[in-house]
Every structure is written in C-alpha cells, then in structure tokens.
C-alpha cells in the first residue's frame, strides 16, 4: 500500500510540475518576454527539471539552424538536407571546434499543421543508466513544449516583420507624399516655350527628379536629375537636393559652375559618399535665344530641330558627389532656334531592355521626336512612353523613368 501510495504521490508532482512548467511557459509568452528568456525557461525545465543531459533544437531557416544546445561542446553546424533527421538511431553529429563527434539516441520532430517546426535531438539513452529516460518517460511533454516555445517564438519574429514592414509602408507613403510635392504637377506654357513631363517610379518612390524654374520674364532654368540606388534613402536625398537647388536660385543667380560646385558639395555631405547624383541643368535666355547648360554625368538631353538635325548635350562633369572636388566642369552653349526641341529624360527610358535583351536607346527615341515633331509635347510624351510600353513587352519596368520635352519658340 505504502508502494503504491509513494507512486501516486510521485506522479501527481509530475503533473504538478507540468502544469506549473507550462504555467511559467504561458505567462512569458503573454509577457511577450524576449526570444532569449523563452529559451532559457524551455532549457532549464528541460535540463534542470527533468534532467535531459544532451540536447539540440534545430529550427527551420534556409536551414535547418541550431536555436539551442546544451551538453555539447563547440559548435553546431547547420544541416541543409532534411534527411538527416529521419535516421532511426544513433544519429552522429559534428560540432565545429569539438574534436569528436556527437552522438544522439532519439530524434523528436515538432510539427505544425503538418510542417516539421523543429527537430529535437537528445542523447541521453546509455545501456548504463539503470533509470528510465526522461526523454521516454515525458516525451509527449517535450514534444508539447517544444511546439508552443517554437510557435511562439516564430509568432514573436513575425510580429516584429509585421511592425518593420508596417513602419517601413508608412516610410514610403510619405515619402511619396513627400516626392508628389517635389515634382512638378503642373508646368507652364505660353508664346516663348511649351514644356511637358511624365514621371514613372519603378518603385512606390524613385530618385529621379526634374524641374522648370522662371527666374524672371527672359530667363529659365530646365534641369534633370537621378539619384544612384532606389527607395526611401533615394527620394529623401532627392528632396533634400532639390530644395537646396531651389534655394540657390531664389536668393543668388549663380553662374552655372558655381551651382554645380555648391551642390557638389551639398550632396557629398548629405549622401557621405555613399550615393551620387546625375544631373543636368540648363539656363535659357529667352531674349537672345542663347542656352547654357552643365551635364554632370546624366544621360544626354538630345535637341531636334525643324530642319531633321539633331543635337547631343554632353558637356558638363562627373555626377555629383562622386568626389568631394570635382576634377573639371565644362559648359556648352547652345543657339535656340524657333521650334527647338528640348527632351530631357532619364536611363529608365534609354536603357529599358525588351525581351531579346535590346535596349530602347537613343537613336529610337530621336527618331520619335523628329516623327511627331509638330505634336503637342504632352503628346509628344504620351507617344514616347506608349511606345516605351510596347518596346518592352513582357520585360519588367528596370528603373524610374522621368521625361520632360519643351519646345521654345
């Protein structure tokens, strides 16, 4: 009787402990404590507690990736093919830096909704032990655990994507708010100039940027520009250049080299090296029909004339910020003839591969201009980019693409 008694007594304290281990479990899961305190709980009731000697719990990444070892000396190394845990016994494993190999008795899969979650491999099964294994005694315990430590803790990492993705969609949101103010909506036209631009992000947000400033009746300023890499960091650089542009003209009317200078400047100790800008810019008189212009590095505005001739705008200098003194700056002058065609544009458009891997280029697009040339330079536009669409046909949009066309008359 007094046998039996001390059984019952035994097994109701393990199911105290059960209870009181599962307990703990929950309650740091609610606390929503960090990943390392799950696993330090899960390590010490199964260790500690129930006296489990040698262990590894492997979860699923590329991998499948060690997430807690213990009883075993040096490091373990990742296991790529999944059949390895389906060895009936006395499964070996190396551990980097051990000397020897590991040797474990059972293998424990988790799964859920039938997906193994994890494996569980545990080596405390000797021929010497005259106990019965706790692994054996408790294995539907360890198996539950082990499925709400790893579900939980694979909760706990898609809550914090969640949260990251969430900041990071609201990061672009205003980013984009941010970038619609910045590009021009609405561009003027009148007896001297009629000036049209679309603007496509390959992303939510894009780096590419252009403008059209009147500095006064007879002056304006034409300029382009794209920003090395995609994304958020793109467009606040961007923003961050354009307000610096437009600061520059609307308090001091530099020469072009000495604004190409300033911003040189302004985006080396913004982008610190890490991005740079290609930029065009042009100032137009419009009463001696003179253009002057700066290309640091961007693709080639191109201007067609009534006549069919055409003409490539290179001049200029390296992108912007590419080093913190630029080596030169050369500047081109341009006579403007009535009917000019100026047409500014970004790689998005030139360099948009189709699916023989041809690029859109420029000779296709000169040759676009000089076929709608009496158009309207929203028609203009709308043309290029329609048959921009049609060149690439199933190819994926590469990059942004900003086109601005302007006639002078």
């Known amino acids: 009787m007094s046998a039996r008694i001390n059984r019952l007594t035994e097994k109701l304290k393990v199911k105290d402990f059960k209870l009181t281990a599962m307990l703990e479990i ?12 799950l696993l330090h709980l899960y390590k010490s009731t199964l260790r500690d507690r129930l006296g489990i000697e040698k262990l590894i719990l492997f979860t699923k990444d ?18 790529t093919d999944e059949a390895f845990f389906n060895q009936s016994s006395n499964i070996s494993l190396s551990a980097t830096g051990s000397g020897e190999d590991e040797s474990f008795d059972i293998v424990i899969p988790v799964y859920h909704d039938a997906q193994p979650l994890a494996y569980l491999l545990v080596g405390d099964i000797g021929e ?7 692994v054996i005694k408790h294995m539907n315990f360890i198996q539950t655990i082990t499925n709400v430590i790893i579900v939980a803790i694979q909760n706990k990492q898609l809550a ?29 036209s009148n007896s001297r100039f009629e000036i049209a631009a679309i603007y496509k992000p390959h992303q939510q947000v894009g780096g590419d940027y252009y403008d059209f400033i009147e500095l006064h009746d007879e002056e304006v300023i034409v300029c382009m520009a794209d920003v090395s890499g995609k994304g958020v960091s793109a467009a606040f650089l961007m923003a961050n250049f354009q307000a610096y542009l437009q600061a520059l003209f609307t308090y001091e009317n530099l020469p072009l080299e000495e604004v190409i200078t300033e911003l040189n400047e302004k985006v080396m100790s ?42 490539i705008l290179e001049l200029g200098s390296i ?18 003839k009535p009917n000019d065609i100026l047409v500014c544009y970004t ?15 420029l000779d296709k697009l000169e040759e676009l201009i000089l076929g709608k040339f009496n158009s309207k330079m929203e028609d203009l536009n709308e043309t290029i980019m329609s048959e921009l669409e049609k060149f690439r046909g199933q190819t994926p949009r590469a990059d942004d693409t900003a086109l601005l066309s302007c006639r002078f008359f």
């Open 26 to 37: 929950t309650r740091a899961i609610n606390a929503n404590v960090p990943t390392d305190e």
């Open 62 to 79: 590329d991998s499948w990736k060690c997430l807690l070892q213990f009883g075993v000396d040096g490091e373990v190394v990742d296991i």
């Open 128 to 134: 010497d032990k005259i106990r019965v294994s706790p």
């Open 160 to 188: 914090e994507e969640k949260i990251v993705q969430e900041r990071l969609n609201r990061e672009l949101e205003l980013a984009a708010e941010m970038q619609a103010i910045l590009i021009p909506n609405k561009l003027p």
């Open 270 to 311: 913004s982008a610190m090296g890490e991005k740079y800008i290609t930029f065009f810019i042009a100032k137009c008189n419009l009463a001696t029909a003179k253009m002057s212009y700066i290309n640091c590095g961007h693709n080639p505005p191109i201007i067609c004339r009534e006549d069919g001739s055409s003409e």
């Open 319 to 336: 992108g912007l910020g590419m080093f913190e003194e630029l080596p030169m700056i050369n500047r081109g002058e341009v006579d403007l």
């Open 347 to 361: 790689d998005g458009l030139v360099e948009q591969e189709n699916v023989n891997q041809v690029e859109f280029g």
